[in-house]
Each structure stands twice: as C-alpha cells, then as structure tokens.
C-alpha cells in the first residue's frame, strides 16, 4: 500500500476505487471515462453541468434559470391565491373566513374581490347601503361602503362590485381573516365566490 506519496502524471486502464466500494452504497470510484462516484464532496469553486437530477432538499442564496421551472408547489415571494367561502345572510354576508397557514420572514398583503350587489331605493323613500368589513382575528381593520338616498327624480339603483381595501399582513404571522359585505335596503347580493390574494410589494416601482 502507498501511505504518503505523489503522482506527477499517470494514466488510468480501467478505474480506480476504494477498498470498501460497493455500487451506490459506500467508498468512492473513478473510471477511465471521466465517470465518478463519491458518497460526500465539497466543492469550493464552479460546477459546470450540462444535466442533473436531485433527490433531495437543495439550499442556495440566489439563481438563474433560462428555461421552464415546473413545481408542485412554491412558497416564498410568491403571489398566493385561494377562493372565497361565501355564506350569504340576510344582513351579513361572509365572503370569507380563512386562516393562514404559512408564515413568511415579511410583511404580505391580503385583498379580497369581487364582491356583487345592488341595492334599490324608490323614490317615496327609504335608503340602501353596502359596506365591505375585514377582520383580522376578529378584529376590523378596514373597509369601504356605499349609500343612497330617495330622490325625487325616482327609483334608483346601484350595482357595486367591490374590493377590500389591500392590509397588510406582518412578518412570521398566521391570521384569521374574514371578509364580511353588510347591506342595507332592498337589494340582492350574488352568492359568486372572489378571490382572496396574498403577495409581498414588490420594491420594482417608483412614484412619479
């Protein structure tokens, strides 16, 4: 056996490996064309592939991919996007009632919409409202209405399709939100699910 030495240039026939190689299970192999088997490396410069495949969890601080990235699923800085779960009442309506399941290490933010309705005031009286409420574990934190009033010049009718107005979500939070409409005077409201979305702001704009 050769406990210390140095080779200037040699040339390999078959291959070479390690006393205790066994195919795919331990030890190391290299073979005469280029091909390579190790159980653990440490790279401390550049890695130039043409193909790959991982098995397992890859960690990285940033990337550049030229062509299509398929996933089942991705978490991060990314748009997420879930249905409304409508419960219509006779005054309140839940759109939706959902908690977060995911933190993330920023601040998101949730909207909510559409939201249809109409309301209806005659003209010998009466009023209609509709407001828009979020809760945020059960406490309101924003929201936006509208209203009319009899008039003389006759009946009237209003077809509002509303937003939530956007809130923000914190960092490393997993809340409750609920989107409730509240209506008031003759009307119909549409039992048609919206779309809750929750994204971080991107810092790729400018005021003008």
Same mark, same amino acid.
């Given at each position: 056996?050769?406990?210390?030495?140095?080779?200037?240039?040699?040339?390999?026939?078959?291959?070479?490996?390690?006393?205790?190689?066994?195919?795919?299970?331990?030890?190391?192999?290299?073979?005469?064309?280029?091909?390579?088997?190790?159980?653990?490396?440490?790279?401390?410069?550049?890695?130039?592939?043409?193909?790959?495949?991982?098995?397992?969890?890859?960690?990285?601080?940033?990337?550049?991919?030229?062509?299509?990235?398929?996933? $089942?699923?991705?978490?991060?800085? @990314? *748009?997420?996007? +879930?249905? &409304?779960?409508?419960?219509?009442?006779?005054?309140?309506? /839940?759109?939706?009632?959902?908690?977060?399941?995911?933190?993330?290490?920023?601040?998101?933010?949730?909207?909510?919409?559409?939201?249809?309705?109409?309301?209806?005031?005659?003209?010998?009286?009466?009023?209609?409202?509709?407001?828009?409420?979020?809760?945020?574990?059960?406490?309101?934190?924003?929201?936006?209405?509208?209203?009319?009033?009899?008039?003389?010049?006759?009946?009237?009718?209003?077809?509002?399709?509303?937003?939530?107005?956007?809130?923000?979500?914190?960092?490393? $939070?997993?809340?409750?939100?609920? @989107? *409730?409409?509240? +209506?008031? &005077?003759?009307?119909?409201?549409?039992?048609?699910?919206? /779309?809750?979305?929750?994204?971080?702001?991107?810092?790729?704009?400018?005021?003008?």
């Amino acid at each position: 056996f050769i406990e210390d030495g140095s080779i200037t240039n040699a040339k390999i026939g078959n291959y070479i490996q390690s006393r205790n190689y066994i195919t795919g299970r331990a030890g190391w192999k290299i073979d005469k064309g280029g091909g390579a088997e190790f159980n653990h490396v440490t790279v401390r410069g550049e890695i130039h592939a043409t193909s790959g495949t991982f098995s397992g969890t890859i960690n990285g601080a940033d990337g550049h991919f030229s062509g299509a990235v398929y996933a $089942t699923k991705i978490v991060g800085d @990314v *748009v997420s996007v +879930t249905l &409304g779960n409508v419960s219509l009442g006779n005054r309140d309506s /839940i759109f939706f009632h959902k908690r977060l399941t995911e933190s993330m290490p920023f601040d998101r933010v949730f909207i909510y919409g559409p939201i249809m309705t109409q309301r209806y005031v005659g003209s010998l009286g009466g009023s209609g409202e509709a407001s828009v409420s979020v809760y945020v574990n059960n406490a309101h934190v924003a929201g936006q209405n509208f209203f009319m009033e009899s008039s003389d010049s006759g009946p009237q009718c209003i077809s509002g399709t509303l937003f939530t107005p956007p809130i923000t979500i914190p960092a490393n $939070t997993t809340p409750t939100i609920k @989107v *409730v409409l509240t +209506t008031h &005077g003759a009307g119909i409201t549409y039992p048609t699910s919206g /779309i809750g979305m929750l994204f971080k702001v991107s810092s790729q704009w400018t005021n003008m």
